[in-house]
């Protein structure tokens, strides 16, 4: 009897463990960051978090972790939209180089919270072609000095010539 009874308890325990852990997980999902983003640049990251890939999950935490070369992490807190089981964080990039970047989903009902990694972003530095001389601009400019310097040394000849003729 005494077995059957720890038989029992053995099982129950089992079914108990595996349906608490059959709710404890979620999927997260990022919008990509704008193309050619920039240091300084703020990147709106909507984040949809849904329990098992498929239900949108409210009352969640969410937060999106930069992290750049040599391990330096900035975090950024999600707050919820109007729509169920997205949230936005505004993100800042700190400075250009590459970072990469994860999603804390928060869903820690069940002891499930997981942190979801997504591929590296290359920063810029916002100096357009990234801080190289102008060459296309300067050559204009150039160009623009030199055909009005032409044209004042031609009006200042065609003055000299009408009055150096004196007559005699």
Same mark, same amino acid.
């Given at each position: 009897?005494?077995? =059957?009874?720890?038989? @029992?308890?053995?099982?129950? !325990?089992?079914?108990? !463990?595996?349906? !608490?852990?059959?709710?404890?997980?979620?999927?997260?999902?990022?919008?990509?960051?704008?193309?050619?983003?920039?240091?300084?640049?703020?990147?709106?990251?909507?984040?949809?978090?849904?329990?098992?890939?498929?239900? $949108? =999950?409210?009352?969640?935490?969410?937060? @999106?972790? @930069?992290?750049?070369?040599?391990?330096?992490?900035?975090?950024?807190?999600?707050?919820?939209?109007?729509?169920?089981? +997205?949230?936005?964080?505004?993100?800042?990039? $700190? #400075?250009?180089?590459?970072? #990469?970047?994860? +999603?804390?989903?928060?869903?820690?009902?069940?002891?499930?919270?997981?942190?979801?990694?997504?591929?590296?972003? #290359?920063?810029?530095?916002?100096?357009?072609?990234?801080?190289?001389?102008?060459?296309?601009?300067?050559?204009?400019?150039?160009?623009?000095? /030199?055909?009005?310097?032409?044209?004042?040394? /031609?009006?200042?000849?065609?003055?000299?010539?009408?009055?150096?003729? $004196? #007559?005699?």
């Amino acid at each position: 009897m005494r077995t =059957l009874l720890l038989g @029992l308890v053995a099982v129950a !325990a089992l079914a108990l !463990a595996g349906m !608490a852990s059959a709710g404890g997980w979620a999927t997260a999902g990022v919008n990509q960051p704008p193309d050619d983003p920039t240091a300084g640049s703020t990147w709106d990251a909507k984040i949809s978090i849904l329990q098992h890939g498929q239900t $949108p =999950l409210a009352g969640v935490s969410p937060t @999106l972790t @930069l992290i750049g070369e040599g391990g330096k992490r900035v975090t950024f807190p999600a707050k919820p939209t109007d729509e169920t089981g +997205v949230y936005v964080a505004s993100v800042k990039f $700190p #400075s250009a180089g590459s970072w #990469s970047y994860e +999603v804390y989903d928060g869903f820690t009902q069940y002891g499930g919270a997981t942190t979801h990694t997504f591929a590296p972003v #290359s920063i810029g530095t916002g100096a357009g072609d990234g801080g190289g001389f102008p060459f296309l601009t300067a050559t204009a400019v150039i160009g623009l000095l /030199l055909a009005l310097l032409a044209t004042g040394y /031609l009006l200042a000849r065609r003055i000299r010539i009408r009055h150096t003729a $004196p #007559s005699a």
